[in-house]
Nanobody, 115 residues
Framework: QVQLVESGGGLVQPGGSLRLSCAAS????????MGWYRQAPGKERSLVAR???????VYADSVKGRFTISRDNAENTVTLQMNSLKPEDTAVYYC?????????WGKGTLVTVSS
């Protein structure tokens, strides 16, 4: 079992920045990749960014150049730095961890980009 706890969501104006963090606990040795997904009202959950244990990253086209994902293996945390935020980035952001057997999800944190 892997437990994921997100923090860092909130309200920000367009053009602003936010940092999301996710702390993993439990069977962390089994994690092969961690990342962030988001779900806006009326839309499906979609990948924002992912990072593997070796440091390889994948980003959604819509966030390339604006968002940066990083991982601290010693602290078992993954961070999403979000810059130049746009209203269309408004969504609930979910931390995700992939293991060989299962996927795990955090409860989500709301990010609202609005003036």
């Amino acid at each position: 079992q892997v437990q994921l706890v997100e923090s860092g969501g909130g309200l920000v104006q367009p053009g602003g920045s936010l940092r999301l963090s996710c702390a993993a606990s439990g069977s962390i040795f089994s994690i092969t990749a961690m990342g962030w997904y988001r779900q806006a009202p009326g839309k499906e959950r979609s990948l924002v960014a992912r990072i593997t244990t070796s440091g390889s990253t994948v980003y959604a086209d819509s966030v390339k150049g604006r968002f940066t994902i990083s991982r601290d293996n010693a602290e078992n945390t993954v961070t999403l730095q979000m810059n130049s935020l746009k209203p269309e980035d408004t969504a609930v952001y979910y931390c995700h961890a992939r293991t060989m057997a299962l996927d795990y999800w955090g409860k989500g944190t709301l990010v609202t980009v609005s003036s």
